[in-house]
T-cell receptor, first 114, second 110 residues
Framework: GQQLNQSPQSMFIQEGEDVSMNCTSS?????WLWYKQEPGEGPVLLIA?????ELTSNGRLTAQFGITRKDSFLNISASIPSDVGIYFC??????????????FGKGTKLSVKP | NAGVTQTPKFQVLKTGQSMTLQCAQD?????MSWYRQDPGMGLRLIHY???????DQGEVPNGYNVSRSTTEDFPLRLLSAAPSQTSVYFC?????????FGPGTRLTVL
């Protein structure tokens, strides 16, 4: 079945450092989504990617849709303490025809030391 | 707009009890979904709905029922709770790709 493999599982970084995380799959995805979840909250969408090769930014966050459509990357520049949380990649389950069903990676837990 | 609301926020059940987790959205979204989140497992899709009167199974549907009688509401029913259903449950709605998540229900089954 479809699976999304996210790495690394966790990161401990110093404030001001840049962060990179990625998501890979054995299946092709037509959409890649990146979410952030803070403790006690539901996930919040950060960036959505819809085209192979697409590079999209949202403030200090930049995400790329891999050319093979089997991977995606999220970068955070100049990290700050409020970047702490769990970052998930996600894509449509099955043929992607329905927007109501996503498959998620297991997440990258980010800790930032002031 | 309240967005996606979920009740209750916390619940403790005994094995074999039944209960309904409520989810409502006021954004007139067609698509609604239920996920469970377990430590180290990410979010897994339980059931989803593409519109009122239509539901379908996700990755982990066993032990759960859903119905969608209105656009706004998408309740999740546990008919006979089991300890393996201890988890955090998230409801989400979407219209054009972006899913909006509720705050979650933390369920413990003893």
């Amino acid at each position: 079945g479809q699976q999304l493999n996210q790495s690394p599982q966790s990161m401990f970084i110093q404030e001001g450092e840049d962060v990179s995380m990625n998501c890979t799959s054995s299946s092709i995805f037509n959409t890649w989504l990146w979410y952030k979840q803070e403790p006690g909250e539901g996930p919040v969408l950060l960036i959505a990617l819809y085209k192979a090769g697409e590079l999209t930014s949202n403030g200090r966050l930049t995400a790329q849709f891999g050319i093979t459509r089997k991977d995606s990357f999220l970068n955070i520049s100049a990290s700050i303490p409020s970047d702490v949380g769990i970052y998930f990649c996600a894509g449509p389950l099955g043929d992607g025809g329905s927007q109501g069903n996503l498959i998620f990676g297991k997440g990258t837990k980010l800790s930032v030391k002031p | 707009n309240a967005g996606v609301t979920q009740t209750p926020k916390f619940q403790v059940l005994k094995t074999g009890q039944s209960m309904t987790l409520q989810c409502a959205q006021d954004m007139n979204h067609e698509y609604m979904s239920w996920y469970r989140q377990d430590p180290g497992m990410g979010l897994r899709l339980i059931h989803y709905s593409v519109g009122a009167g239509i539901t379908d199974q996700g990755e982990v549907p066993n032990g759960y029922n859903v119905s969608r009688s209105t656009t706004e509401d998408f309740p999740l029913r546990l008919l006979s709770a089991a300890p393996s259903q201890t988890s955090v449950y998230f409801c989400a709605s979407s219209q054009s790709g972006e899913q909006f998540f509720g705050p979650g229900t933390r369920l413990t089954v003893l």
